[in-house]
């Protein structure tokens, strides 16, 4: 073989590259789409005889023709692929036939399946024109979607209850009178209030299927608190994100088994605890007691840096890294450290395995 022709296969190894990712992409995106459609257009049909009930962007008509449209287009890619493959198949000998500096031969195919072609290509032109149709009348109608987006107002407690299974959600503060909950979830909240002066805000686990809901990745709860002497806050997630900003009640525990949770300007009592979840807490009440809990978690700290802190360590095959207390690097096992000041914060930690870290900020 040449020089020429040598560096003539260089080139073309990599465009057979680039060939064979297309192909890849080609038949992953036929399986998801061919997969959708048959999820979606048999559901779609219960959904619109009522028998089921489907979060969704589309109305129960439109998702259906969303799925003969997924369908369509899926089976549309199968029949291209089926069609392209010898040709690729065909350049691919001749590659290797050079490579190996002998002569090809030509290969025989079965016929193509252009009829089929057509006609999956036009069954999903028809049913992407029929979904966007029924999806404009049901808005004409004054359809917007079967996702729960939802305000509710609520009296000052002093006591306040909120569990979630995986839905993300933070406290914030308003200057206005009242609580306010604002959430996007694909079920109702389930709250309960009582003479007792408390607050139960729980997430409904009820069996619920989303499909075409495009807020599906960005459910989450937001509750908004006045200013107020609170007494206990007790908040609760599975898979769910916590975030606080500040903690006004005497007494706050947090607790999430693999969701992260966030503690900004931390007061009064705290406890959090994470099973797999990292705690992060920015303290700024040096007269609070500070508990965090974890097993394989990460956990954080920052305290101002002209406060003293008492700090008791417990793990069995953690580490605690502080330069603020003077620690160079990692330091595994159990630990009582402090550091005298005027002010001081009283922190205790108890980890399995997990990393604790304890800096001023700013």
């Given at each position: 073989m040449g020089k020429k022709a040598q560096l003539f296969l260089l080139p073309a190894a990599v465009g057979f590259a680039a060939l064979f990712a297309l192909i890849f992409g080609l038949i992953a995106s036929a399986l998801v789409l061919v997969s959708a459609g048959l999820l979606c257009a048999p559901l779609g049909v219960l959904y619109c005889f009522g028998i089921i009930t489907i979060v969704s962007d589309l109305s129960a008509p439109a998702l259906t023709a969303a799925g003969c449209f997924c369908l369509s287009l899926g089976v549309l890619l199968c029949f291209v692929i089926y069609s392209f493959a010898p040709f690729c198949v065909s350049l691919l000998y001749r590659y290797v036939s050079a490579c190996r500096g002998i002569r090809w031969r030509r290969i025989y195919f079965p016929r193509s399946h252009k009829p089929f072609i057509f006609i999956s290509a036009g069954a999903a032109v028809i049913s992407l024109a029929a979904a966007c149709v029924l999806q404009y009348l049901a808005a004409e109608s004054g359809f917007e979607g079967t996702v729960i987006r939802d305000r509710l107002e609520f009296v000052d407690v002093k006591y306040l209850y909120i569990s979630t299974s995986n839905l993300d959600f933070e406290l914030r503060y308003h200057s206005g009178d009242g609580i306010i909950v604002e959430y996007v979830n694909d079920t109702a909240l389930i709250t309960e209030t009582s003479d007792m002066n408390d607050l139960h805000l729980v997430q409904d686990d009820a069996f619920t299927m989303s499909l075409f809901a495009l807020e599906q990745f960005d459910y989450r709860m937001t509750v908004w608190l006045p200013e107020n002497d609170y007494q206990d806050f007790y908040l609760d997630s599975g898979s769910g994100s916590i975030t606080l900003y500040e903690t006004p009640a005497e007494r706050t525990e947090v607790r999430t088994r693999s969701g992260d949770i966030t503690v900004i300007g931390a007061t009064g009592r705290i406890q959090a605890e994470s099973v797999r979840g990292s705690i992060s807490c920015g303290c700024a009440?040096?007269?609070?007691?500070?508990?965090?809990?974890?097993?394989?978690?990460?956990?954080?700290?920052?305290?101002?840096?002209?406060?003293?802190?008492?700090?008791?360590?417990?793990?069995?095959?953690?580490?605690?890294?502080?330069?603020?207390?003077?620690?160079?690097?990692?330091?595994?096992?159990?630990?009582?450290l402090k550091k005298e000041a005027e002010t001081s914060y009283s922190i205790y930690v108890n980890t399995e395995s997990g990393r604790f870290t304890l800096e001023a900020n700013g």
């Open positions: 009440d040096p007269d609070g007691s500070f508990t965090f809990l974890g097993k394989s978690s990460d956990i954080n700290v920052t305290v101002p840096g002209d406060c003293g802190v008492l700090l008791e360590f417990r793990t069995e095959k953690g580490w605690i890294e502080s330069g603020f207390l003077g620690l160079d690097g990692r330091v595994y096992g159990s630990r009582d």
